[in-house]
Structure formats: C-alpha cells, structure tokens
C-alpha cells in the first residue's frame, strides 16, 4: 500500500499519536508525516504511506494556511493555552484598527524567535526539554515568510480577541507571531506593548491539501472496516488515499517509455531529446503512474533528465509494452505541464512541546 492521506487531526493527540493510530489501520509500518501540529491544534495533517514517504518533503516544505484565535491581556510559559499565566493587563481599550495597522509589520519575511516550548533544537537537546526543566536560552532568529496576514473577526473585552488567518512559509511559529502581535500594541496607559497569547489554531491548508477534503480517524477506521461506520460515510479505503504523485503534480511532467523508462528506472540518467529549463520534474509513464521525481539539466551542449527518487523501479518497466521511438536512437521521452491548480500557499512546530 502507498499514497497519501489529508487527515483532519483532532485537538488532544500528537502528530506522532495519528502516525500510530493509522499505521495500525492500515496495517503498515510505513508512514510519515509532513509537517507537526501541535497536541491542542486541529486541522490538516498530511500523512504518508509506504514508497510515498520519499516525496515528504515535497510537502513538508510547502506553504501552509491557518486559522487561529489570539488573546491579547493574558500572555502564558507556552504562547498558547496550555501554559501557565505570566502576565495580565486590561485590553479593553483595544481596536480592531489598532491591530490591523500593526499587521504590515509581520507581513512578507521577517525574523522570528522560536518559542522555548517548541521542537527547535539548541547544543543537541531540544528546546520543550529545556523548558520543562526551567531553563531558559538565547535562541536565533528564523527567517520566514507570512504570504497573508488578516483579521476575520474582532471582539472587544478587557480579553480582547482577534480571529486571524496566516498563510505562510515552512517553519512559522504562529505562537509566536500571536505574542509578537500583542508586544508591537499599545497598553492602555499607552506604553507599548500587550501580553498576548495563541487560544486555538486550526490548519487548514498544507500546500494543495484542504481541510475540507480532510478525512477524520472514524472515517479512515469506517473505511477500513475496523469500527461501525458513521452515518454519512460509506467510502472505501481507496477513495480516502490519494496516489503519491499528489505531492508533485506541481511540477512539470516528463513521460517516459520503452527502453528509455527501462533506464530511469535504474536510476540512470537519459538525454532529453529538446531543450527544456532546469528544475526539479516528475517522471511519469505514458499511462500517468508516477516513476518518480528527477531533475532536468545541462549536459554539454543538450540536456538529460537525472533521476533522484525512483519509487517504482522494475515493476513499471517490465509491466509496460515499450512503444517504438520515433526515431533510430531517440528517446522514448516526452514532456507534460504543470497540473493546472495544483499549487497554493505555516507550521506551528512543537510536537511533544509541553508536559504531557
């Protein structure tokens, strides 16, 4: 079994405790996923199974989208719920227009300090270990990008709220932007600065993978037959697990046949018959099944693909009839675009991050 699975991960387990739960559905040791949620966060967590965990990080580098909630007069040890309170003040005088003016200031790239209680490493040791001893460090800054930085809702309090969407690079502590958010507003006595915290967050893109195409643990379980399926789901498992070229049909397509696919699927470099722009492409058979993902270059004066992950290796080739070339000695190779929709724009990053 390979492919690849948009899980809707509830609030409570960690990343690793979904990995467990489905391997033991499915029956497979062979699954990884693309990118942590935290423990109290909902949403998008893309897992993949068997051959298909080559391509991870095809998405675990992709731009990620969330929804979350932020607090501002209550700042935690944590960033968000979890945590111990450190520190309150009134927010009552707060805007909606005092924060979206704030909000260029975390747009586009900017540098950003992970929080202690985070998966980040520091001399070996991971930072939440660190934390739960009590140690506090210096950490470096991050670079990162936040594509789209709004507020979708506003309510006023001495705990104001502001319901925000991100959509962001690898990498992005959302945590720490909520509390960034609050240190740039002005206190009521006007000094600057709020204590601010993260209250819920939900994932709810990674890359092209939606929420809205997220499947739950009880309809994965349905599927499987292991548990008394819930009203409304009746699909297979097949129609839950999307095919592993999923995670790259971003990219431009080379289709390879006959003796020339024989060859990529030993890994073995083969010239490319036109000239083509360099970059990473997927490989693919003349039926679309996926061979892997290679890289189109400069060999002299022509061009040739070299494979990087092979994921099906013989069984392709020796299960396709080889078409003839069209030509004495030219390559069985042709070249696809790019899946139409199939990019699209972050990562809170801490599993295991608090005392469990």
Request: aromatic share 4%; charged share 25%; glycine share 10%.
């Amino acid at each position: 079994m390979e492919g690849i699975l948009n899980i809707h991960k509830p609030p409570g387990p960690t990343s690793h405790d979904i990995v467990a739960r489905v391997r033991k559905l499915l029956r497979v040791r062979r699954v990884g996923h693309a990118g942590t949620l935290d423990p109290a966060a909902e949403g998008v967590l893309v897992l993949f199974v068997g051959q298909a965990t080559r391509l991870i990080e095809f998405t675990a580098d992709a731009d990620k989208e969330y929804v979350g909630e932020v607090v501002f007069g209550v700042a935690t040890t944590t960033l968000d719920a979890e945590g111990e309170v450190t520190a309150t003040a009134d927010a009552s005088h707060l805007t909606r227009e005092q924060v979206e003016a704030v909000l260029p200031r975390f747009s586009g790239e900017i540098e950003q300090v992970p929080p202690m209680y985070s998966a980040a490493h520091h001399q070996g040791r991971r930072l939440y270990e660190l934390a739960r001893r009590g140690e506090e460090v210096e950490r470096k800054p991050r670079r990162v990008t936040i594509h789209v930085l709004e507020v979708l809702d506003f309510v006023p309090g001495a705990q104001a709220r502001a319901r925000v969407r991100v959509v962001c690079s690898k990498g992005t502590y959302i945590r720490s932007l909520a509390a960034d958010l609050g240190a740039a507003l002005p206190a009521r006595d006007g000094s600057r600065g709020l204590p601010a915290h993260l209250a819920s967050l939900t994932r709810t893109r990674v890359g092209p993978f939606r929420i809205e195409d997220a499947v739950s643990l009880a309809e994965l379980a349905a599927a499987t037959g292991q548990s008394e399926p819930t009203r409304g789901v009746g699909a297979s498992l097949d129609q839950h697990i999307l095919p592993a070229r999923a995670a790259v049909a971003h990219l431009p397509a080379v289709v390879v046949a006959g003796e020339t696919l024989a060859r990529v699927c030993h890994g073995n470099s083969v010239p490319l018959p036109s000239p083509t722009g360099e970059g990473p492409v997927r490989i693919e058979t003349p039926e679309g099944d996926l061979v892997g993902v290679g890289r189109c270059e400069r060999a002299g004066a022509g061009w040739r693909l070299r494979p990087e992950k092979v994921l099906k290796g013989d069984s392709i080739a020796l299960r396709l009839t080889s078409p003839a070339p069209t030509h004495p000695g030219a390559p069985a190779l042709r070249h696809r675009p790019r899946d139409a929709g199939a990019g699209g724009p972050c990562d809170d990053q801490r599993e295991g991050g608090r005392p469990h």
